[in-house]
């Protein structure tokens, strides 16, 4: 199972972007790169994913690098409201329609004011 | 509106005592998922389910037991052989029919047990 690795926290100021790092170097050639956040005590939150191409969506922007060994979750203006942790998760696939997606620690994210 | 709810909240359990978590959704999604997290780490996958009546152990499955007799429903029992029960338990659904892709999980809001 392709694993991540996440620092276990960064800071923000509040209106300034936040730039996420994730490593996967063992990461397969069909596998995908999911980013989720959980805010304290809640269920996680799906955020983007992304196979090889660069991906935006209202939340973020997810930029994956040519030899797929990294990526970055990018929030343009991070609000308080985006304190969370957040997970970088590579995709795993055992058998048939199995597919497990396994957590890491994640990155705590703490946006200040 | 259209989601996953988690039942109870908070559960208080005395040792030696089974309690069993309701996991709901009207998504109409295939997968169902059992999580648990302990303070600080991340989540490890106990159960999971493609498909009504079939499910499968995750990485920490000893101590658990599940049944999905029906799509929409996926509860999670917590016998009194799990050793270190108290956990926040998350159930997680998704659609398995993106043919080629993984759909995003989407998740309950937890239910928080604590053992006594």
């Known amino acids: ?113 | 509106d259209g989601g996953i709810t988690q039942s109870p909240k908070y559960l208080f359990r005395k040792e030696g005592q089974n309690v069993t978590l309701s996991c709901e959704q009207n998504l109409n999604h295939d997968a169902m998922y059992w999580y648990r997290q302990d303070p600080g780490q991340g989540l490890r996958l106990i159960y999971y389910s493609q498909i009504v009546n079939d499910f499968q152990k995750g990485d920490i499955a000893e101590g658990y037991s599940v049944s999905r007799e029906k799509k929409e429903s996926f509860p999670l029992t917590v016998t009194s052989a799990q050793k270190n029960p108290t956990a926040f338990y998350l159930c997680a659904s998704k659609t398995a029919r993106l043919a080629g892709r993984t759909g995003e999980l989407f998740f309950g809001e937890g239910s928080r047990l604590t053992v006594l």
């Not at chain 1, 800071?11 to 956040?37: F, K, M």
């Open chain 1, 1 to 113: 199972d392709a694993k991540t690795t996440q620092p276990p926290s960064m800071d923000c100021a509040e209106g300034r972007a936040a730039n996420l790092p994730c490593n996967h170097s063992t990461i397969s050639g069909n596998e995908y790169v999911y980013w989720y956040r959980q805010i304290h005590s809640q269920g996680p939150q799906y955020i983007i994913h992304g196979l090889k191409n660069n991906e935006t969506n209202e939340m973020a922007s997810l930029i994956i690098t040519e030899d797929r060994k990294s990526s970055t979750l990018i929030l343009p203006h991070a609000t308080l409201r985006d304190t969370a942790v957040y997970y970088c998760i590579v995709r795993v696939a055992t058998g048939g329609a199995t597919n497990k997606l396994i957590f890491g620690t994640g990155t705590l994210l703490a946006v200040q004011p």
